[in-house]
């Protein structure tokens, strides 16, 4: 029998391992170094380096979402495949310890869980991801959700995101994007459906870009409300972009014009800064508040989570974001 239940979001896409490797010029003792014009990281090879700190967390975009949505107060679930070995009982673990419900979370008792290995040095990291085969069979159809959101998934993704992308039409249930690394490489009919299905789409600058030059004819232009422009004539409704330090912008679906300043923090490491960011934005608009003020959520919420090592461990509370808020 399928599980039903009553969300806020449904996630969709990948739950994983992740494991950092924390180090720094000091304690490498000179064996690694970044190449400032390549922007290239070098290691001697055969050597041994020191590193400052080790550390495992679940990881994902689907898994920090599902796992900040939560502590914002509200109700999540994933949809997502994980393995049967001792990492796939920290993804479980975890996730109960959140109170994301693991109703649609399929365990594959053939493969181990995926993994991947993040080396953070100089306030950002390098990570080297493992994609296992899957079939990305996720069964939620008698679920009720307010939103879905549709994110990165490994190999064979394409079923599942026409399966997300028919649920949330046949629903009601608004769409939230953001495609991952193996959907902007793919040019693919199944990603122009999303994006005509999608009410909110998350992309960075450099991403919005990728979808302008796989899926029109404008390319080129750097200005901001041009990028988002031409983003929005592809389908969604809302288009946010993020852009680092410059804050974020959006063009909603009377294409006026939002822009909102980063919020002070101080960098440890990038690592979710975007989840973050969708995290508290899309929360924000579940509880009612404006576009700007959601933008302002985003913000609070990335800025928290980069003051921390991983993409989980600042994820704010509901009463923490309110008070920085308000504050």
Same mark, same amino acid.
């Given at each position: 029998?399928?599980?039903?239940?009553?969300?806020?979001?449904?996630?969709?896409?990948?739950?994983?391992?992740?494991?950092?490797?924390?180090?720094?010029?000091?304690?490498?003792?000179?064996?690694?170094?970044?190449?400032?014009?390549?922007?290239?990281?070098?290691?001697?090879?055969?050597?041994?380096?020191?590193?400052?700190?080790?550390?495992?967390?679940?990881?994902?975009? $689907?898994?920090?979402?599902?796992?900040?949505?939560?502590?914002?107060?509200?109700?999540?679930?994933?949809?997502?495949?994980?393995?049967?070995?001792?990492?796939?009982?920290?993804?479980?673990?975890?996730?109960?310890?959140?109170?994301?419900?693991?109703?649609?979370?399929?365990?594959?008792?053939?493969?181990?869980?995926?993994?991947?290995?993040?080396?953070?040095?100089?306030?950002?990291?390098?990570?080297?991801?493992?994609?296992?085969?899957?079939?990305?069979?996720?069964?939620?159809?008698?679920?009720?959700?307010?939103?879905?959101?549709?994110?990165?998934?490994?190999?064979?993704?394409?079923?599942?995101?026409?399966?997300?992308?028919?649920?949330?039409?046949?629903?009601?249930?608004?769409?939230?994007?953001?495609? @991952?690394?193996?959907?902007?490489?793919?040019?693919?009919?199944?990603?122009?459906?999303?994006?005509?299905?999608?009410?909110?789409?998350?992309?960075?600058?450099?991403?919005?870009?990728?979808?302008?030059?796989?899926?029109?004819?404008?390319?080129?232009?750097?200005?901001?409300?041009?990028?988002?422009?031409?983003?929005?004539?592809?389908?969604?409704?809302?288009?946010?972009?993020?852009?680092?330090?410059?804050?974020?912008? $959006?063009?909603?679906?009377?294409?006026?014009?939002?822009?909102?300043?980063?919020?002070?923090?101080?960098?440890?490491?990038?690592?979710?800064?975007?989840?973050?960011?969708?995290?508290?934005?899309?929360?924000?608009?579940?509880? @009612?508040?404006?576009?700007?003020?959601?933008?302002?959520?985003?913000?609070?919420?990335?800025?928290?989570?980069?003051?921390?090592?991983?993409?989980?461990?600042?994820?704010?509370?509901?009463?923490?974001?309110?008070?920085?808020?308000?504050?």
């Amino acid at each position: 029998m399928a599980f039903m239940g009553n969300y806020d979001v449904i996630c969709i896409g990948d739950a994983k391992i992740d494991a950092f490797l924390v180090f720094s010029d000091e304690n490498g003792g000179g064996k690694c170094r970044l190449d400032e014009n390549t922007n290239e990281l070098c290691f001697k090879h055969g050597e041994k380096i020191p590193v400052d700190k080790t550390f495992f967390s679940v990881g994902g975009n $689907a898994a920090n979402l599902a796992i900040g949505i939560s502590r914002l107060g509200l109700k999540s679930t994933i949809a997502a495949e994980i393995g049967d070995d001792e990492f796939s009982l920290k993804i479980l673990n975890t996730f109960a310890n959140e109170n994301v419900d693991r109703g649609f979370l399929k365990q594959d008792h053939e493969r181990e869980s995926s993994f991947s290995v993040a080396i953070t040095y100089k306030e950002d990291r390098t990570l080297f991801s493992e994609h296992i085969d899957r079939p990305h069979e996720f069964n939620y159809e008698h679920a009720d959700t307010k939103w879905v959101y549709l994110t990165s998934l490994g190999n064979e993704w394409t079923n599942a995101y026409q399966k997300a992308i028919n649920y949330s039409l046949e629903n009601q249930a608004q769409l939230a994007f953001n495609p @991952g690394t193996l959907q902007l490489r793919e040019k693919s009919t199944v990603i122009e459906n999303a994006l005509q299905a999608t009410s909110v789409l998350f992309v960075n600058k450099e991403e919005a870009k990728q979808l302008i030059y796989g899926y029109s004819n404008e390319y080129g232009s750097d200005d901001i409300q041009q990028i988002l422009s031409n983003v929005k004539a592809l389908g969604p409704k809302t288009v946010i972009l993020t852009d680092g330090e410059n804050g974020s912008f $959006a063009l909603d679906n009377d294409n006026n014009y939002f822009q909102q300043d980063h919020a002070p923090s101080t960098i440890v490491e990038l690592t979710g800064a975007g989840d973050a960011f969708s995290t508290g934005f899309l929360a924000a608009r579940i509880y @009612g508040l404006g576009l700007q003020e959601a933008m302002q959520w985003g913000n609070l919420n990335a800025a928290s989570v980069i003051e921390q090592m991983g993409a989980q461990k600042g994820l704010l509370r509901k009463k923490e974001m309110e008070e920085k808020f308000n504050g």
